[in-house]
């Protein structure tokens, strides 16, 4: 973890070395201050280049020091002191230079990149937002609209569009450093051009701001970090650099402890912690580049564009030709869906086609290297399908079931292979939900599961691994969660008062507005299923509410009414009429109590489930419930919820 220099003639090379990314830790700050004072003390050098070791120039400061208190020297001030060096230094940079590693670069003289280099102010997805100069120093380099798009937007240009934007001065090939002194060695001896700060911007017509502040009102949808990006920047740009470089400053210690972004720092770490098993870290995955999909419904489609995505081949496999023709249309429509949204163009829908095969029957599973089951939940259908599958398919080939709650050793039980079989859980709609539970069984081999999780990476999605039980870790804690929610109605709080809180505390939809449309009758099969099986499992409102008929939007009514053609849930008297042999009298219960009482629920089950050692870890259950069940991502997840009230 240091900064070397090295002298080339009258340059000095000066190399963050702090893998894995640069990030800018206490001692980096440190020598770089040092640093900047001995260059300038010194007669022999006339120009500085400042570069970082390996893939990256800086990915920003050090998230890990932010649960402290911050510790001199502070980034500002070593970006000021470098902005005021005697002599000019020269940002050169590859790979990224984010937070505050652009802000470092902006206290440069001079920036020049690679064309592939990608420039950000990414502090807002952590809640908090730039702290050393980036809302000031940028609408001074890049002009004030492309700078609210960058430091509030999540705009991130990369270094051709860079050029253009003047946040570079020009880009340099490969290698990197000889180029950047040769530009060093130009700029020697001319008059120093302005620091970012010395230059002047215009101020923009009122209506920028105006059109800027309902759009990142409107986007943030709560966060508290993009609007007060944006007021730091305008006031600098109303009140001068000082004021504005005192407001970022300010602001970004506020933010900088709020839950919020206690809870963002907690979920970037855990997300990269999740995709890298420590078990797993020395284990190279199998080589997978065609994928069998068994199961063109909606969950086998999903998973198959996601699979497209990541630039696998597919082979679609159904037991008719009208099945396949359903998934081929299936397909298409939600290629033709993301073409609409401009989320994918004509050439890369027609390039996906071209990697999706089609066949009926298991003949083509031959050739797959994984294939995935994703057929009815049934146990003897899915048995069969591997069965199948191990008559046809390669001894190495993978086999992977997408069963949301089926036992996976039942399923494999007996079948050739177990040690390349295990569970891969997509949730619906998987091409685009992040969250992928991994259930090794008992005989799965490591580099079966290594490969499980390098998969995920591929999909851009986040591992979880779960061990075998009811539900895994997702369904297991939905339900304990809605069980209680109905615990709620029955004790006499009113259903839109329990959707009400937990839409407060920023779930999109509240438990029964959720139920309503996925259908009520998946509990309550459920539930009728543990009856069946003598267990003692009382009537709940959602029962009465499925054997009346109701069972959600899809029958037009559930816990909520709904008219033909609007699908906002109205008070239903028909649902209260028959829940209320179940249902108490009527007790009102304050929003806070009832995220309370519900978060105390999923947090029992997650100490459960982390008891029972079917989570590895509380990050990995706040993971599931975040991306996989719409936890609000700015409450960090139950787990956090409960660490923030002592409660772990
Ligand atoms: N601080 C500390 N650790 C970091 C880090 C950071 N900024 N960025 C990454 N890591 C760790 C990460 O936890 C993982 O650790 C390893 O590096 C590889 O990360 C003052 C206040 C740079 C694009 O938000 O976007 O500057 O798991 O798996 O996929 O205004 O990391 O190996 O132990 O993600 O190649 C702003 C965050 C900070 C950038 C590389 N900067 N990082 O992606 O590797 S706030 C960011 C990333 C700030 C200033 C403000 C990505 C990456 P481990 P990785 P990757």
Known sequence: MTVNVEIDGEIAIVTIENPPVNALSGTVRQR????????DGDPNVRAVVLTGAGKLFVAGADIAEFDRPPEPPFLPDVVARIEAAAKPWIAAIRGAALGGGLELALGCRFRVATASARFALPEINLGIIPGAGGTQRLPRVVGVTEAIRIVAENHSPDGREALRLGLVDTLVDEPLVPGAVAFARAVVGQALSPTSIERVVPAPAANVWTEAEARITASARGAAAPPQALQALKHGIEHGVEAGLALERSTFLALRATEEAAALRHLFFAERAALRPAELRALSPRPIETVGVVGGGTMGSGIAAALLNAGLSIVLIEQDEASVLRARSTLAGLFESSRRRGLMSDEVASEWM??????????????????IEAVFEDLAVKRSVF???GRVCRPDAIHATNTSYIDPRLIADGLPGPERFLGLHFFSPAQVMKLLEIVPTPDTALDVLATGYDLARRLGKVPVRSGICDGFIGNRILRSYRTEAEALVCGGVDIAAVDAAMRAFGFAMGPFEMQDMAGLDIAYLYREAARARGMPVPDMPGDLLVRAGRKGQKTGGGWYDYAADDRRPKTSMDAQRIIAPLVGAKKEMAGEAIVSRLMATMAEEGHAILAEGIALGAADIDLVEVHGYGFPRKRGGPMFQ???LGKT
Do not use: H, M, P, Q
């Open 32 to 39: 770089l201050l040092a640093l900047a004072d001995a260059l």
């Open 354 to 371: 071209a990697r999706l095969e089609t066949s009926i029957g298991y003949g083509a599973a031959e050739r797959c290297d994984l294939v």
């Open 387 to 389: 069965a199948e599958l």
């Open 642 to 644: 409960a660490g923030r």
